[in-house]
C-alpha cells in the first residue's frame, strides 16, 4: 500500500499568510494527487486533482504543485474561509490513501 | 444541481450488519466510479471501497475486505454499502463520493454527500 504523510501536522498563520503543505508519497504516484479542504462537520471539498489542476471553482490562491512523491499545497494569501484540515490523497492506484490532514489554525 | 444523499446510519451492536445507501442526483450516474470514505471521530478521511460505473469493477480496503460489499443500481442512481460483522473500529461518518473524471480506476472525488454516522457499540 501507498502510504501517506504531511506536514506540518498543524499550522498556525494569519490573514494574509502565504501557507505551504506538503505531502509526500512512499512510493512514486506520478501527478495522481488530490487536496481537499475539510471543516468542521461538512464534507470534504475538492480543492486540486491530478497534482495541479484547479477544481472549477475555487479561488486562485490555492496552488499545487510536484509528482513522484513529494507534493505542496499553496495559499497564496490566506482567507478567513481558509481556515480548516487540509488533506491530500493519492489515486494512482487501489487502495487509494489520504494522508493525515494539516489543520490550519488562526495565529 | 449535482447532489449526493446519503442515508441508512444509526447504533448497531458489534456483529451485526447495517446497509447504506447514497442517492444521486443532477449527472449521469452510470459514467462515473463512486467510492465510500469514512471518518472516524476526530480522525482523518479513510478510503473504504469504490466501484466502477457498470460495477464490473469492484476495489476495497483491506480493514472491510470480506465484512463490507459495495453495489450500485444505475437504474434507480443509488449506491449501497452492505456492511456485516460490524466492529467497534467501524464506527464513523460514512461519505459517498463522486470520481470526477468518467476514466476508469484513476480519479479524485469532486462531489461529497452530507454524510451518515454509524455506531458500533454494545
Known amino acids: 500500500d501507498i502510504q501517506m504523510t504531511q506536514s506540518p501536522s498543524t499550522l498556525s498563520a494569519s490573514v494574509g499568510d502565504r501557507v505551504t503543505i506538503t505531502c509526500r508519497a512512499s512510493?512514486?504516484?506520478?501527478?495522481?494527487l488530490a487536496w481537499y479542504q475539510q471543516k468542521p462537520g461538512k464534507a470534504p471539498k475538492l480543492l486540486i486533482y491530478k497534482a495541479s489542476t484547479l477544481e472549477s471553482g475555487v479561488p486562485s490562491r490555492f496552488s499545487g504543485s510536484g509528482s513522484g512523491t513529494e507534493f505542496t499545497l499553496t495559499i497564496r494569501s490566506l482567507q478567513p474561509d481558509d481556515f480548516a484540515t487540509y488533506y491530500c490523497?493519492?489515486?494512482?492506484?487501489?487502495?487509494?490513501?489520504f494522508g493525515p490532514g494539516t489543520k490550519v489554525d488562526i495565529k | 444541481e449535482v447532489q449526493l444523499l446519503e442515508s441508512g446510519g444509526g447504533l448497531v451492536q458489534p456483529g451485526e450488519s447495517l446497509r447504506l445507501s447514497c442517492a444521486a442526483s443532477?449527472?449521469?450516474?452510470?459514467?462515473?466510479?463512486m467510492s465510500w470514505v469514512r471518518q472516524a471521530p476526530g480522525k482523518g478521511l479513510e478510503w473504504v471501497s469504490d466501484?466502477?460505473?457498470?460495477?464490473?469493477?469492484?476495489y476495497y480496503a483491506d480493514s472491510v475486505k470480506g465484512r463490507f460489499t459495495i453495489s450500485r443500481d444505475n437504474s434507480k442512481n443509488t449506491l449501497s454499502l452492505q456492511m456485516s460483522s460490524l466492529r467497534a473500529e467501524d464506527t464513523a461518518v460514512y461519505y459517498c463520493?463522486?470520481?470526477?473524471?468518467?476514466?476508469?480506476?484513476?480519479?479524485?472525488?469532486?462531489?461529497w454527500g452530507q454524510g451518515t454516522m454509524v455506531t458500533v457499540s454494545s
Open positions: 463520493a463522486k470520481a470526477e473524471t468518467t476514466a476508469v480506476r484513476k480519479h479524485a472525488f469532486d462531489i
Open positions: 443532477g449527472f449521469t450516474f452510470n459514467n462515473y466510479a
Open positions: 490523497q493519492q489515486y494512482n492506484s487501489y487502495l487509494f490513501t
Open positions: 466501484i466502477s460505473g457498470s460495477s464490473s469493477s469492484t
Open positions: 512510493q512514486s504516484i506520478g501527478s495522481w
